[in-house]
C-alpha cells in the first residue's frame, strides 16, 4: 500500500496522511459528520488529540493534530473538490 505522509509545525502538530483505498469507511459510529460536498467523515477526539478520517476518489485521508475540531474540518474540506 502506497502512503503520503506530511506533518506540519515544529513539533509535528498537524499530520496528514492519504492512501489508495478500496474499502468503504466504516461509518457505523456516532461521529460521523458531513463535509463538503457531501462527503462522509469520521471525527474521534483523544485527549487534546483529534482525527478526522474521510474517503474521497478511492483515496482515504487521515487528518490529525491538536487543532480544534474546526480546523481539522476546514483542512479536510480545502482538500475536497
Known amino acids: 500500500m502506497?502512503?503520503?505522509s506530511l506533518f506540519y509545525?515544529?513539533?509535528?502538530e498537524l499530520g496528514i496522511m492519504e492512501?489508495?483505498?478500496n474499502e468503504s469507511l466504516n461509518l457505523s459510529t456516532n461521529n460521523v459528520i458531513t463535509l463538503?460536498?457531501?462527503?462522509?467523515?469520521?471525527?474521534?477526539e483523544n485527549g487534546?488529540?483529534?482525527?478526522l478520517v474521510f474517503q474521497y476518489n478511492d483515496v482515504r485521508?487521515?487528518?490529525?493534530?491538536?487543532?480544534?475540531?474546526?480546523?481539522?474540518?476546514?483542512?479536510?474540506n480545502s482538500m475536497i473538490e
Open 61 to 76: 485521508v487521515v487528518i490529525m493534530g491538536k487543532l480544534d475540531k474546526d480546523e481539522l474540518i476546514k483542512v479536510a
Open 9 to 12: 509545525g515544529e513539533r509535528e
Open 19 to 21: 492512501m489508495k483505498y
Open 48 to 51: 487534546d488529540m483529534k482525527m
Open 2 to 4: 502506497e502512503v503520503v
Open 36 to 44: 463538503k460536498n457531501n462527503v462522509k467523515a469520521v471525527i474521534t
